[in-house]
């Protein structure tokens, strides 16, 4: 049975807490849910941006979501949203 939107939001938002490194590319989400496409992921992934819930991160040339507490915990600042 296909996961809801609200059920891979769940998953996005527990593997990018759980997650040993606090940055994650988009494609870390992927196997969050293996039946929704890359392009899915990446509109849920920006929803949760919008929601406040992820923010972006830039290391210059890459573009990568984390949750806005353990970057701001692991860099001792805030990130750049």
Do not use: H
């Amino acid at each position: 049975m296909a996961m809801t939107v609200e059920e891979v939001e769940a998953a996005i938002i527990e593997k990018a807490t759980k997650s040993p490194k606090p940055q994650l590319y988009v494609s870390d989400f992927y196997a969050c849910d293996p039946e929704r496409g890359p392009r899915d992921i990446k509109k849920i992934a920006n929803a949760l941006v919008t929601k406040g819930k992820l923010m972006f991160w830039s290391s210059g040339s890459t573009t990568m979501y984390a949750i806005p507490a353990r970057i701001k915990n692991e860099e001792g600042k805030e990130g750049v949203n």
